[in-house]
């Protein structure tokens, strides 16, 4: 448990620290490269999809941002001014600036992986069906579920979903076949993790 905080923490730190690396000109370009590469592999009306989505989340939050950043004060209302200048101003500071960067190539990241997702929801569903029935066919003929194994599956799954997330802001160029292999590597985990299913006691 001790150790599972300590990931955590390290994990955050990383995370908050990682604008302090980048560029945002060089995320532009990661962006724009990755795109290229999308529409290569998935084809164009794929990669129009993506950056749509992506674009979409972006205006949303940008819109909700905006908003909150720029609520007129209450009339005569002092405090309440002075603190929408300092949130002004901590927003348009150079951290926040590159944290934006990095929030965008995040998006279009997690919209890629969206897309791979719709691609292997077939994958996935066959992964359990395929799991649930092995379990079945071991329960009726006795074969042992082995535990070792059903914990394999679960942990393996969340280190998946770990790596997903590093790999939204990972700052060098993320081939989309790794974020294909993600859903794989999900489907293997579930499967394995279905097929040698224990209830928690």
């Given at each position: 448990m001790n150790l599972a905080a300590t990931a955590l923490v390290v994990v955050i730190a990383a995370l908050l620290a990682l604008p302090m690396t980048i560029s945002p000109v060089s995320i532009a370009e990661l962006i724009r490269t990755e795109h290229e590469l999308n529409a290569a592999l998935l084809g164009e009306t794929s990669g129009r999809v993506t950056l749509a989505r992506a674009t979409s989340w972006l205006g949303e939050l940008g819109e909700a941002g905006r908003g909150v950043a720029r609520a007129d004060p209450p009339p005569g209302d002092a405090l309440s001014a002075r603190l929408a200048l300092i949130s002004e101003g901590i927003v348009d500071t150079p951290y926040f600036v590159r944290l934006r960067a990095l929030g965008r190539l995040a998006a279009y990241r997690a919209a890629t992986l969206l897309e791979w997702l719709l691609f292997g929801a077939p994958l996935l569903?066959?992964?359990?069906?395929?799991?649930?029935?092995?379990?079945?066919?071991?329960?009726?003929?006795?074969?042992?579920?082995?535990?070792?194994?059903?914990?394999?599956?679960?942990?393996?799954?969340?280190?998946?979903?770990?790596?997903?997330?590093?790999?939204?802001?990972?700052?060098?160029?993320v081939h989309p076949l790794a974020l294909g292999g993600l859903v794989v590597l999900l489907a293997t985990t579930w499967r394995l993790a279905a097929s040698n299913f224990h209830r928690l006691r």
């Open positions: 569903a066959a992964a359990i069906f395929d799991g649930a029935v092995m379990r079945a066919v071991k329960a009726r003929t006795l074969v042992h579920l082995s535990p070792v194994l059903f914990g394999f599956g679960v942990h393996g799954s969340i280190a998946v979903c770990a790596a997903g997330l590093l790999l939204l802001v990972t700052p060098t160029i």
